[in-house]
Structures are given as structure tokens and as C-alpha cells.
């Protein structure tokens, strides 16, 4: 069971390049969800999916696109980067909503930089 | 919309003592509050959530948090501080519609042997 994973764990864009996080997790949970990290901001959250084929966004969503094709996987794409979406991304899953009775398992994260 | 505050960016105690790591939240409905806490280079991990009940919640490596409803706080104590304590701590709260998780800025512990 590797729980929720991540890749690629460091990245450096340039302005303008597009590119895709990837998150996958073997628990069979519905709900995902894209987080950013930055120093004292906590984490903001980007969209989320609460399930197979439904997405909605978040907090920070705009520069970001999501889908979910299958319960698995929940892949985050940046479609022209920018010095701004320089953070720490992590993916997080759980068998409900994330503010109800069930725990987030989070990731490792990705530390992107866009130079 | 609902909102976290974690006033202190950074906690010192010296292991063995007590500590104490403050949360104030603002919602709209009834809260639902959450710690949870993040080792170097790692993911965040969950440590206790108050739903209902008690108002004094236990968590996890001996982790316990009192929710405080006319102070609106959620501060995270545990009576005997380790040196492997020391991480980022945040507090959330959830959204009216349940389906989100809004954090706190983190505060930093650092236990000194």
C-alpha cells in the first residue's frame, strides 16, 4: 500500500512552459484535492475532485487545470507557468469530504520552481 | 467564509515542559477543527479533529487539543514536549458545505533538549 504519491518530486520551469503534476492513490478514496504551500500562507487549496469525473475549484485556482478520468489518479496541470506558482504542491486524498469525519492522507509534495 | 489564525509563527520549549500551540477560527456553522502536522520534506500528517462532544480531544503521539467556543480557539497541548516534536503544526477548519479544509499559516515548534 504506498498510499498517495507524487511526481516528480523537483521541478524548474521556465515562464510560459506548461506541465503536469502527477498524483495517484491506492486507497480507494473518492475525494482528492491539490494544495499549495507557501511560507506563511499554510496551504491553499487549488481544486479538488470528489470523485471519478466530478472537479471543483478552490481557493487559488486560476493558472491550474485538473481532471479525474478514474478514482486513482488526479493529475494537476500548469498551463502557462509563472514566477507566481513557484511553491510546494501536495496532492491529498480521503474517503469523504475533507472537513467532515475522514482524515486527508497527503503526499510528499512537488517543489516547483518557475524561473 | 471561515478563517484560521495561528498567532505565533514559532513555539520554543524545552523538552520535558509543556507546550501550547494556538489556533482562533472564524465559521459561520458549527466548527469542525483539525491539526495536523508536517515533518521536514514530508506530507502533512493528521493528529486529532473535534467534531462534536468532548471538549477536550485526544490525538495522536500523545497530542490533545481543547476547543474553547466562546473564546472561538482549538489550541494543541501536550503536557511533556520531545525534541522529535519539533515540526510545522497547522490548525484548519472546514467550510460551510463541508467539502474543504481552510488552514492556519503554521507555526513552527522547536523543542530544545
Known amino acids: 500500500n504506498a498510499g498517495v504519491t507524487q511526481t516528480p518530486k523537483f521541478q524548474v520551469l521556465k515562464t510560459g512552459q506548461s506541465m503536469t503534476l502527477q498524483c495517484a492513490q491506492d486507497?480507494?478514496?473518492?475525494?482528492m484535492s491539490w494544495y499549495r504551500q507557501d511560507p506563511g500562507m499554510g496551504l491553499r487549496l487549488i481544486h479538488y475532485?470528489?470523485?471519478?469525473?466530478?472537479?471543483d475549484q478552490g481557493e487559488v485556482p486560476n493558472g491550474y487545470n485538473v481532471s479525474r478520468s478514474t478514482t486513482e489518479d488526479f493529475p494537476l496541470r500548469l498551463l502557462s507557468a509563472a514566477p507566481s506558482q513557484t511553491s510546494v504542491y501536495f496532492c491529498?486524498?480521503?474517503?469523504?469530504?475533507?472537513?467532515?469525519?475522514?482524515?486527508?492522507?497527503f503526499g510528499p509534495g512537488t517543489r516547483l520552481t518557475v524561473l | 467564509a471561515q478563517s484560521v489564525a495561528q498567532p505565533e509563527d514559532q513555539v520554543n520549549v524545552a523538552e520535558g515542559n509543556p507546550l501550547t500551540v494556538k489556533c482562533t477560527y472564524s465559521?459561520?456553522?458549527?466548527?469542525?477543527l483539525f491539526w495536523y502536522v508536517q515533518y521536514p520534506n514530508r506530507g502533512l500528517q493528521f493528529l486529532l479533529k473535534?467534531?462534536?462532544?468532548?471538549?477536550l480531544v485526544k490525538g495522536s503521539y500523545g497530542f490533545e487539543a481543547e476547543f474553547n467556543k466562546s473564546q472561538t480557539s482549538f489550541h494543541l497541548k501536550k503536557p511533556s514536549a520531545l525534541v522529535s516534536d519539533s515540526a510545522l503544526y497547522f490548525c484548519?477548519?472546514?467550510?460551510?458545505?463541508?467539502?474543504?479544509?481552510?488552514f492556519g499559516g503554521g507555526t513552527r515548534l522547536m523543542v530544545k533538549p
Open positions: 491529498a486524498s480521503s474517503y469523504g469530504p475533507a472537513g467532515g469525519l475522514y482524515e486527508q492522507f
Open positions: 486507497m480507494n478514496h473518492e475525494y
Open positions: 475532485s470528489v470523485g471519478a469525473g466530478i472537479t
Open positions: 465559521v459561520s456553522g458549527n466548527p469542525y
Open positions: 473535534y467534531i462534536t462532544g468532548d471538549n
Open positions: 484548519a477548519v472546514r467550510d460551510d458545505a463541508g467539502n474543504m479544509l481552510t
